[in-house]
């Protein structure tokens, strides 16, 4: 995807979901199966943020989005605020413009994965 902020590398495993919204025009969610969620501006080509649920405390899960594969991601209507779905049996709501840049609430699941 080019150029990130910060040094960020793009995912580092298949990417499973993306979506762009309606009213943001030039960004991009990602979902992966390296469990992350990412925000990207196709505008200035870079990174915008890496969700980081930082209730995954566990040092496999550091950093990550999600205990398992992200499958889905879905914005909202109003544009900034998104949703991802994951094989963790979790749906967790992010904020685009939150920072830092951790899920607002997590819905459902046991959190244990596959």
């Known amino acids: 995807m080019g150029p990130h902020n910060k040094g960020e590398k793009a995912h580092q495993a298949p990417v499973m979901a993306l979506h762009m919204p309606d009213k943001q025009m030039g960004h991009l969610a990602t979902g992966s199966v390296d469990c992350t969620v990412r925000l990207w501006d196709l505008t200035a080509?870079?990174?915008?943020?890496?969700?980081?649920?930082?209730?995954?405390?566990?040092?496999?899960?550091?950093?990550?989005?999600?205990?398992?594969?992200?499958?889905?991601?879905?914005?909202?209507?109003?544009?900034?605020?998104?949703?991802?779905?994951s094989w963790d049996e979790t749906v967790k709501v992010w904020d685009g413009d939150q920072t830092p840049q951790r899920p607002l609430f997590t819905l459902g699941g046991s959190g244990k994965g596959p």
Do not use: Q, Y
């Open 45 to 85: 080509n870079h990174l915008l943020w890496k969700g980081n649920d930082t209730h995954l405390t566990s040092e496999e899960h550091l950093g990550k989005s999600h205990k398992a594969p992200v499958s889905c991601i879905r914005f909202a209507k109003d544009g900034r605020r998104f949703v991802s779905g």
